[in-house]
């Protein structure tokens, strides 16, 4: 039976532009068995997904709105009401600059100033 997952930004390019895709896997199979039907159909997935055979610490899957990396991981069996999400690592915020090195400040508005910050557009 098909499972669905959903995918978030940056991921999504990598599947097409699709926010879910449905794989030949699901519950009673693991998560290792999802990800690698994930990579036989994206193979593109595999550079943002995995760091030396096991999920990049930049990507959070989560089941049932919990990460799996905090309980069994890639091993752990996918259960039948199984809400899956991949996270691709997120950040945001305007660029500013002080004495030319750039800085990250994140919800400053456009008329926010700081001595010696300056805002540059990107």
């Given amino acids: ?25 699901g519950p009673g199979d ?17 550079d943002e997904l995995l ?3 096991d999920i990049s610490p930049r990507i ?9 990396r905090y309980m069994d991981g890639l091993d752990m069996v996918i259960p039948e009401d199984a809400d899956l999400r991949i996270f691709p690592p997120v950040g945001g915020g305007e660029h500013f600059y002080a004495a030319g090195i750039p800085l ?12 010696g910050i300056e805002r540059r557009e990107m």
């Avoid at 990250?104 to 001595?115: A, E, I, K, M, Y």
């Fill in 60 to 68: 959070h899957i989560f089941l049932n709105g919990r990460e799996i």
């Fill in 30 to 46: 693991t998560f290792r068995d999802l990800v690698d039907a994930l990579l036989r159909r994206w193979p593109a997935l595999r």
């Fill in 104 to 115: 990250v400040r994140v919800r400053l508005t456009p008329r926010t100033t700081h001595p």
């Fill in 1 to 25: 039976m098909p499972m669905k997952v959903k995918l978030y930004a940056s991921l999504r390019p990598l599947v097409g532009g699709h926010s879910s895709v449905e794989v030949e896997t």
């Fill in 51 to 53: 760091q030396d055979g």
